[in-house]
């Protein structure tokens, strides 16, 4: 297992946020953290934002939240 992994407590990551059906795959829950990549938005880089494929991850965030809808977003 990679270490990656063992440091998550034990989880195992589902897979790519892409292919999860979010009212299935995903359970309820209170709270939702979730982050994407910083590098299409940041000044060093191109700044493509959310015309980047890493930019378009928010996209996935945001499609969580409204299928599970969780008491908090951070």
């Known amino acids: ?34 982050g994407f990549p910083c590098q299409p938005y940041a000044e060093a880089g191109e700044q493509g934002g959310l015309f980047d494929d890493r930019g378009q991850l928010f996209f996935e965030v945001v499609r969580v939240a409204r299928a599970r809808r969780p008491r908090a977003l951070l």
């Open 1 to 34: 297992m990679p270490r990656a992994r063992a440091a998550n407590h034990g989880d195992v990551p589902a897979g790519d946020v892409t292919g999860l059906d979010a009212d299935a795959d995903v359970p309820p829950h209170d709270v939702l953290t979730a």
